[in-house]
């Protein structure tokens, strides 16, 4: 209905002046690019799920298949890409974490719980859950 | 008055995936692909990285991971791209791109989790 | 005495098409806002200059203005904080400009009326049983959201409402929350109903620039993000517990 309203005044009032959005409205503000490049991380979440899968299909497919991802891994130009797409990923994790206390508000009973305690308590379990993948993984005969 | 939108259960995936993927891709890649390659750790053998991620545990995990992920960038890319290059007139065709990928990857993901051996 | 550029936009639509700027030399004193500038212009230079304002001290929410290419309340904001000049005029983002600085606000008053801004109660309690009680703990949950004075800087900072004028905007949904939140409201489900539409809270993407910009400290972002979770704990409520009564 709202639509409808602006339509039909601009349609008799057609000297209203609307600006017109340019295309990339988003390079006008620091804030708008942040913005941007936050969202864009969502393609590199989906790249290291994607390489995740690959290599668990390379487990599957012999200690050959294996070692030549490895391989492949260990190339200089692609560690500099994982470098690159770890920065990435800790750009989503510190805007995610940092945004969470402004969107969740908890209550146990009447208390509700201050923000700075739900961004330390999500620090910190990142941190504790970061030092289980690492035990995991350098742990693992 | 029109019924509700469904969009709840996509921004839940998109928030679960979110989460997720900041909780415990970081470590991840920078043991996996960065640490291990560069000889910082000493790499997990073969069996003992098959022992990880084959295990039943360790198989779940990767499918919510790699479910909640696919979603989470199908939900994102899918507003970037209406926002962000303004197609709004685009905006069920770009739906529908966005959210069949994700499927069709969650399907890979499944398929590759149960029965690789 | 000091003086300032003051480039002001422009839009006289009987004689021009197009808006264009007009560069002021204003005089000001230390402790001047901008709207103090903009009012000289009006008394001294160009009676013809027109634009909104009222009260001058931050609670009317009139005055809203992009100033440097921020939506700012003129009433509010220091000339000094914006030198050195020139300092650049520009009528609030994302609505239709009428004249000048003016712009047509009609759209965010259809939108507040949407959303239903007032306690709705299933049934009324008869005068003599006296006023609804209510603590201060249960004024805290939605006194934040009570403090917004409509000012639409809100609106005029969030890209998602210049991209897509249909989006509800951040002050509609806050203020929708500020009365599914007080204890006497009863007319959560209604408001759901409305800000569950395509245009309503499902648009944000939490760019997040409102709350930066609101001189209340409201933070609407915050407020649409609470309401997309509760709209997401309803939604697999219904689904998983089709019988529970909405």
């Given at each position: 209905m709202a639509k409808a309203l602006n339509a039909s005044y601009r349609r008799y009032h057609p000297k209203w002046h609307r600006e017109r959005v340019p295309i990339f409205w988003w390079v006008r503000s620091a804030s708008y690019i942040k913005f941007m490049c936050r969202e864009l991380t969502s393609l590199f979440v989906a790249y290291a799920a994607g390489l995740l899968l690959v290599q668990v299909w390379a487990l599957g497919q012999g200690a050959a298949a294996h070692a030549r991802l490895l391989n492949w891994l260990s190339h200089p130009a692609v560690v500099t890409g994982h470098v690159v797409l770890l920065a990435t990923l800790l750009f989503h994790t510190v805007t995610w974490l940092n945004l969470t206390p402004q969107a969740l508000v908890l209550r146990l009973g009447r208390w509700r719980v201050p923000k700075a305690v739900v961004w330390v308590g999500h620090y910190a379990v990142w941190l504790v859950l970061s030092l289980v993948i690492v035990w995991l993984f350098v742990g693992v005969a | 008055m029109a019924r509700r939108s469904r969009e709840p259960v996509l921004w839940a995936m998109f928030s679960g995936g979110g989460m997720i993927a900041a909780l415990l891709l970081p470590a991840t890649v920078t043991v996996l692909w960065i640490a291990v390659p560069l000889g910082w750790v000493e790499a997990p053998s073969y069996e003992g990285l098959r022992s990880l991620f084959l295990h039943p545990i360790g198989r779940l995990t990767l499918f919510a991971v790699a479910t909640l992920s696919f979603f989470h960038w199908a939900h994102r890319f899918r507003y970037t791209m209406y926002d962000g290059l303004q197609l709004y007139h685009l905006s069920q065709l770009i739906a529908i791109l966005t959210y069949s990928i994700a499927i069709a990857l969650t399907v890979v993901a499944g398929f590759v989790l149960v029965t690789t051996g | 005495m000091n003086s300032v550029a003051v480039e002001v936009l422009r839009y006289r639509p009987e004689t021009e098409e197009e808006p264009s700027f007009e560069v002021f030399d204003v005089p000001y004193e230390d402790n001047w806002m901008v709207l103090d500038a903009i009012n000289h212009i009006k008394d001294?230079?160009?009676?013809t200059l027109s634009y909104r304002w009222a009260c001058r001290m931050g609670v009317c929410g009139s005055c809203g203005m992009m100033v440097n290419g921020k939506p700012v309340l003129t009433c509010a904001t220091y000339v000094e904080d914006v030198l050195p000049g020139p300092v650049r005029v520009e009528p609030l983002r994302g609505f239709p400009v009428v004249?000048?600085?003016?712009?047509?606000?009609r759209d965010f008053m259809v939108k507040l009326q949407r959303v239903k801004p007032w306690i709705i109660r299933e049934e009324e309690k008869p005068l003599a049983e006296g006023e609804y009680l209510q603590t201060p703990e249960e004024l805290q949950d939605y006194k934040q959201y009570s403090m917004c004075i409509n000012c639409m800087l809100c609106y005029a900072a969030c890209p998602i409402y210049e991209l897509d004028p249909e989006f509800i905007g951040p002050a509609a949904i806050a203020l929708a929350q500020r009365y599914n939140l007080d204890?006497?409201?009863?007319?959560r489900e209604e408001r759901m109903d409305v800000l569950s539409q395509h245009d309503g809270m499902w648009g944000c993407t939490f760019v997040g620039d409102c709350s930066v910009v609101c001189p209340k400290k409201v933070d609407p972002a915050g407020a649409i993000q609470r309401y997309k979770l509760d709209a997401t704990v309803d939604w697999f409520r219904s689904a998983l517990m089709p019988w529970r009564k909405r």
């Open positions: - | - | 001294q230079m160009d009676g004249r000048d600085l003016v712009t047509d606000i204890s006497r409201d009863q007319g």
